[in-house]
Structures are given as structure tokens and as C-alpha cells.
């Protein structure tokens, strides 16, 4: 198994780790026992700007990288425009990741989407979109 | 030049200058089929009756009870599988082997239940060391072999063979035991210990990967796997593979005379552990004492194996864990599960295998590297953020 220059360059150099203190949105998905968590934090504006975004993951390589990619993804995008992120767009972002690592990208669409989820219930608006569980019923 | 240190000789071993040497000339000149009547063939087949004569005064054991293979897989496949069909005919179908076996037994016996046959997949305590009284509960009559390893590959627990061997043969079972990785770190003297089947791999002892072997004791009938031509005495064809065999038996020769060494390994060993576990939440895996000499393996406790493996790549330094994400399964590691660690734990283990080829210099590069690691990833963990807060609020 080999990870290509851009997961390594991601995995090295996570961009956006960190909390955010005040985040209008936070978003945890994953779990301790399949070996990997991922927790995203959204800083919004009042245009729906994703001004600020910033990770922390457990996780092998490819959650980490994927972790920080999805969050330069989306980065200074729209709500919106974060939405339509898919698990897709990641990996090709990354150069590709190994068949059995595609969860990990699944994991950053989740995180994104659930933080995404818990903002619109911040400012009460209603959830319009769903969020795939992957590791639901894995035990 | 960057630093480079190999903690990985669990995984496999460099072949050693002499191990070539010793193997060169079976390629260039003695490269005849030892089963051939010309001198070229009875040339070949010299070199490996020496070989094979050898290898039996490493082990004291015969020359006509060793049998060569294409690794150490294919030796337990046989061991178990040929002791099966074999058992069968005296009306026994039962099989008792323990949880933290190599996968080459745990699927050899995965596949005979599908056969039909019936196995008993022993308990470990949290040392990794099988439990002795289920096993003096599980046996019958009915029990044909009892398989055990010698030393466990992950975490290096040496397995009480000789009480196995009591409580087996009382019953009338074979033992068989997977030696792969207790060769080179423990002398074993098949004369004194009873097993009737023992099974090595080449490639974990300096000579090539690829080359394996089967001890089967005088008076033990098993099935054949690979029918064939007459070669190992009629129980297991295939042109023989002369210059591994004759490498093989120059690695252990060599790993016999290293036995004297290993009191330096297991100090490094030592070392490592106790300089690792000062690592704030981290836990040893197995025992302290009854380890093998060069086995460490440790869980830090909020990150996850893989991280640590890449960073420790980048650093230049090979070691493995048993965390899911380098098996390509859900799971992490079957041996520590079976030992009780929690499967967090598991998917934060690291495996450093040291050999005599380690050096204290080697041992301190991985102390002064790790702790380094392991904080840059709890420093992105948010488990660890968790663990944080609470102190803070305490
Ligand atoms: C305990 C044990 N048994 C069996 C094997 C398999 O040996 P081989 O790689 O020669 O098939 C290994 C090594 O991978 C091992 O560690």
C-alpha cells in the first residue's frame, strides 16, 4: 500500500488542526473502536461563509489527510457550497487514495456535513440534507 | 547518510553475507536436480543431505525427520491439515489450537471446520499466555492434535510447550508448534522436547524468504498436501529448492551460534521498554519476563498505529503495528483482542522487533524519536483534546 505525494504532504502537514472556541458548528463522526474520529469545527458568518474551519482527527494516514483537505475544501466557501462537498472530490483532490483508506474520505464528507447539521440547528434552521452514517452498526 | 534502524525483524530479515556465500555455489555450478543419477544431480543432492544433517544437529533430531518446504505457511498448513486427514481414519475429528496464532493456523483450522472437523480455539490471559486448564478441560479422546506456538509473533509470549506436550499426549493427541519465530531466540532441543511436529520459516532467520521446514518425529504418520514425484522421502514433492536449503541451514547454524548473544538483545529490549512506558499513557503488551528477546510492543493510548509507523518511516525507522488500518480488515490485531486490550488500545500498538544486528546507538534513536511522535499526534487527537480538558478542570 502506498499513499500518494499529496496524502503524505497532507498527513505531514495537516493544514487547519486545532479547535475553534467558539465554532458555530462542531461535528464528531467515527468511533474509538474502528481505529478512527474525526472532529471538524466551523466558524460561519452571517452570509453563510465558512470563514474559519479547523480539525482534530484520530485516525490512520488517510483520515488525517483527508481530515485536512476537506477542510481547505471548503474553507472560505458557502454552506452551500460545502454541502455539495462529496467523499469524491477528496480523494481526486488527494491523488487518489488506497481502495481500503475510501472510508476515510466517506468519514470527512460525514464530519463536514454533521457540523454542518449542527449549525443549522444553532440558528434554527431546518436540517434539509441527509448524512450517510458509515460506522453505524458496526460493532 | 540518514539514519536508518530496522525494528522489524519479526516481519522479516536481511539475508546475511554468509547465508549468500553458502547459497552461491548451488547456483552456480552444483545447479543440478538432486533427483538426477549424473554427477551434476548427485552434486546438488550432497550439498543438501549435508544441509539436511545439519539442520538435525541444530535440533538434535534426525536427518530423516526434517522436511523441507516453500515456507513456513505451507509447513503449518501441512502440519495441521495433513494431521486431520490422517486423525480422521482413526475415527478423531477434534482439533485444539489457541486465539493468537498465525493466520497460516488459525485458517488452516478455519478451513477444516468447514470440513467438518471440530476445533477448540484456546483462551490467552492477559499476557498472551494459553490457558492451560481449558485446555486439560477441552481435550477428549476424540482430540487428534493440539497446536500451539511456540512464541507468538506480535507480542513475543513464549508458550509453555512441555506442559502441552504432558497434557496432549496423556490423551493421546499429537502436538504440533509454530517455532517461526522462536528459532534464533530460544534453543530448542527436540530430543528433550516432545512435540511431534514443529514447523520454521527461513526468512525470519537471515536466509531468504520462501524456505521453510517441517519437523516431523520418527513414528508420526501424517497425509501428504503436495502429491507429487517421491522427493522429502515420498511426503512432499517438488524439485527441491537446493540453495535455500543449503541457505537455511547456514542461518540457523548462525542463529544457534548467536544464541550467546541474546542476553545483549533482550538489555536493548529492555531499554526500550522502559524508556517507551515513561511515555505518559502507554502499557506493554505482553509480559515483561516471558518475551521474547526481541520483542517490544507497546499502546499509546488516543492515536492510532499507522500515523506512528509513517512518522517513524519518514524518521527512518521500521517497526509494524496491530492496528486495523495496516491489516486491511475492521479489526485491529487478533492477538491483542484475545488478551483483552480494548480495541483502542489495539489500533494504538506499536511493534519494534530487535535483533542482534540492533545496536545501542539504534536503541537510542528510537527513544529519543518516538516521544516526539506520539505528542504531534495526540496534539491533533480529540481524544486527547478530551483527556486535556479533564485535567484542566481537576
Ligand atoms: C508465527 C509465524 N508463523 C508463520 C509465519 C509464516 O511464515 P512464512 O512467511 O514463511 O510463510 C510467520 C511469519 O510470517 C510467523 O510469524
Not at chain 1, 490512520?60 to 454541502?83: D, N, P, R, Y
Amino acid at each position: 500500500m502506498k499513499y500518494s505525494e499529496k496524502v503524505m504532504d497532507h498527513f505531514t502537514h495537516p493544514r487547519n488542526v486545532g479547535e475553534i472556541e467558539d465554532a458555530d458548528g462542531v461535528g464528531v463522526v467515527g468511533n474509538a473502536k474502528c481505529g478512527d474520529i474525526m472532529k471538524m469545527y466551523l466558524k460561519i458568518d452571517e452570509n453563510d461563509v465558512i470563514v474559519d474551519c479547523k480539525f482534530k482527527t484520530f485516525g490512520c494516514g488517510a483520515a488525517i489527510a483527508t481530515s485536512s483537505m476537506a477542510t481547505e475544501l471548503i474553507k472560505g466557501h458557502t454552506v452551500q457550497e460545502a454541502l455539495k462537498l462529496t467523499n469524491s472530490a477528496v480523494v481526486e483532490a488527494l491523488d487518489g487514495l488506497p481502495p481500503v483508506k475510501v472510508h476515510c474520505s466517506v468519514l470527512a464528507e460525514e464530519a463536514i456535513k454533521t457540523a454542518l447539521a449542527d449549525y443549522y440547528k444553532k440558528i434554527g434552521r431546518p436540517v434539509d440534507f441527509e448524512i450517510e452514517k458509515s460506522h453505524e452498526g458496526e460493532e | 547518510m540518514a539514519k536508518y534502524v530496522y525494528a522489524d525483524n519479526a516481519s522479516t530479515t536481511p539475508v546475511s553475507k554468509e547465508v549468500i556465500d553458502a547459497m552461491m555455489p548451488c547456483f552456480e555450478t552444483c545447479w543440478g536436480n538432486p533427483s538426477s543419477l549424473y554427477e551434476k544431480g548427485r552434486d546438488a543432492k550432497d550439498l543438501m543431505d549435508d544441509a539436511r544433517e545439519r539442520i538435525a544437529k541444530v535440533f538434535n533430531a534426525k536427518a530423516n525427520e526434517i522436511y523441507f518446504t516453500s515456507c513456513g505457511s505451507e509447513a503449518d498448513n501441512w502440519a495441521i491439515k495433513g494431521t486431520a486427514l490422517k486423525m480422521r481414519e482413526k475415527g478423531k475429528n477434534h482439533i485444539i489450537t489457541s486465539k493468537i496464532e498465525h493466520p497460516a493456523v488459525l485458517n488452516s483450522c478455519r478451513a477444516l471446520e468447514k470440513l467438518g472437523f471440530k476445533v477448540t480455539y484456546l483462551d490467552v490471559d492477559e499476557y498472551g499466555v494459553v490457558d492451560l486448564d481449558m485446555l486439560r478441560c477441552s481435550i477428549t479422546e476424540n482430540t487428534g492434535l493440539v497446536a500451539v506456538m511456540f512464541a507468538n509473533n506480535e507480542v513475543g509470549t513464549i508458550e509453555p510447550i512441555s506442559e502441552i506436550c504432558d497434557i496432549a499426549h496423556a490423551k493421546g493427541a499429537l502436538v504440533f508448534t509454530d517455532a517461526v519465530q522462536a528459532v534464533g531466540n530460544i534453543d530448542i532441543d527436540l530430543s528433550k522436547l516432545p512435540v511431534d511436529m514443529l514447523s520454521l520459516s527461513g526468512h525470519k532467520i537471515h536466509a531468504p524468504k520462501g524456505i521453510g521446514m517441517l519437523f516431523i518425529r520418527r513414528g508420526v504418520n501424517i497425509a501428504n498436501l503436495i502429491d507429487g514425484g517421491a522427493q522429502e522421502r515420498r511426503k512432499r514433492a517438488g524439485t527441491e529448492n537446493v540453495p535455500y536449503i543449503v541457505g537455511l541451514a547456514k542461518a540457523l547454524e548462525i542463529a544457534k551460534e548467536k544464541l550467546d548473544d541474546i542476553p545483549r538483545v533482550r538489555k536493548m529490549r529492555d531499554r526500550l521498554i522502559s524508556e517507551l512506558t515513561k511515555i505518559p499513557y502507554s502499557k506493554l503488551n505482553g509480559s515483561r519476563e516471558n518475551r521474547l528477546a526481541g520483542n517490544v510492543n507497546i499502546s499509546f493510548e488516543y492515536i492510532e498505529g499507522e500515523g506512528m509507523l509513517l512518522w517513524l518511516d519518514i524518521a527512518g525507522i521500521a517497526a509494524s503495528t496491530g492496528s486495523a488500518c495496516s491489516s486491511e480488515s475492521l479489526d485491529p490485531s487478533h492477538v491483542l483482542l484475545a488478551m483483552g486490550v480494548p480495541h483502542e488500545k489495539a489500533h494504538g500498538s506499536l511493534r519494534l522487533s530487535i535483533s542482534h544486528e540492533t545496536t545501542d546507538e539504534d536503541i537510542d534513536y528510537i527513544i529519543e524519536t518516538l516521544p516526539g511522535i506520539v505528542k504531534k499526534l495526540r496534539d491533533m487527537s480529540p481524544l486527547w483534546e478530551e483527556v486535556e480538558k479533564a485535567k484542566i478542570k481537576n
